[in-house]
């Protein structure tokens, strides 16, 4: 079986990307240069929160759009990003019948996603042309500050964490079928692990993770690592996992405590309506019970 079979699989040419990506042979030509010459023609880049993220031309946005078709593998079970009907709360309840969990961080996942690794990836997984694979990574990737104002894989395209998958496909694969031999459940929410067990998973197993990681010249984030019991630090993708089951994390409750406090600007009643709809996904009986009173009053009017 190939992991890896999709429209795109071994194509050779630009002309056949062209009639994939339903543009002309000349315009593709002219756009591979510029892709290759003149990024921030394509991507403008901005910072948020200390982030460095960017903003796609339309011609980007649109050849985006047509990777979605063409890139269109199998989806594993253990992917719950970028998947439509899963999401970080599905990620969490995959793993709810757990006793023990190992949450595992990759540390700067798009940035340590370089133009070289891409396009090795590209070419020995998916048997694309260098030509081929050249203008693909080329349109998916920008000089950033994180990685040495080396091209890397942007933050901001609706592309970017499927084709981040894509990219480590057969890494992360390697990791499901070591988990399943070890018999732990894995998931993957784009850069956060997630392994769960009946039974305590060893240090030993989280060795083998690190070394994969390792082989593939990712590192892991050494402050995001939590290997125990369920508790008060297994936080799976922003779901708080207990002994009695799905609970939004401290900092969710706090938001809804102060805009109750300070309540009656209309976006602030917006927002708290978002906030506990999100706890209802999270755990609906019992956040129903806890906020059906403020719901009810503020909410159901607004909708």
Not at 29 to 47: E, I, T, V, W, Y
Not at 60 to 76: E, L, Q, S, T
Not at 165 to 171: G, Q, S, T
Not at 229 to 238: A, L, R, W
């Amino acid at each position: 079986m190939n992991n890896f079979d999709c429209t795109l699989f071994n194509c050779k040419s630009l002309k056949k990307l062209s009639n994939y990506l339903l543009i002309s042979s000349n315009n593709i030509k002219s756009l591979s240069n510029d892709f290759s010459n003149n990024p921030s023609k394509f991507f403008h880049k901005f910072f948020k929160d200390g982030r460095e993220l960017f903003k796609c031309s339309l011609i980007v946005n649109k050849i985006h759009k047509r990777y979605f078709k063409i890139f269109n593998v199998d989806i594993p079970d253990y992917l719950k990003s970028s998947v439509r009907g899963r999401s970080n709360i599905t990620n969490a309840q995959y793993h709810q019948d757990a006793s023990f969990v190992l949450l595992v961080d990759i540390r700067g996942f798009y940035p340590s996603t370089t133009k070289s690794k891409i396009k090795k990836r590209l070419i020995l997984d998916y048997k694309l042309s260098s030509n081929v694979a050249e203008f693909i990574v080329n349109s998916i990737t920008a000089p950033q500050e994180k990685s040495e104002n080396k091209r890397a894989l942007i933050t901001g395209s609706l592309f970017s964490q499927r084709f981040a998958f894509l990219i480590n496909k057969k890494m992360f694969d390697e990791i499901d079928d070591i988990s399943k031999k070890n018999g732990i459940k894995f998931s993957l929410y784009v850069d956060d692990m997630t392994f769960s067990s009946k039974k305590i998973i060893s240090y030993k197993f989280y060795t083998k993770i690190y070394n994969i990681l390792k082989k593939y010249g990712y590192k892991i984030h050494q402050g995001k690592i939590y290997r125990g019991k369920i508790g008060k630090k297994s936080n799976i993708t922003g779901v708080k996992l207990t002994k009695d089951g799905f609970r939004i994390l401290n900092k969710h409750k706090d938001k809804i405590l102060s805009i109750l406090e300070g309540r009656g600007d209309s976006r602030n009643i917006k927002r708290l309506c978002g906030l506990i709809q999100y706890a209802l996904q999270v755990n609906r009986e019992y956040y129903l019970e806890k906020y059906s009173k403020i719901y009810n009053k503020n909410c159901k009017s607004n909708k």
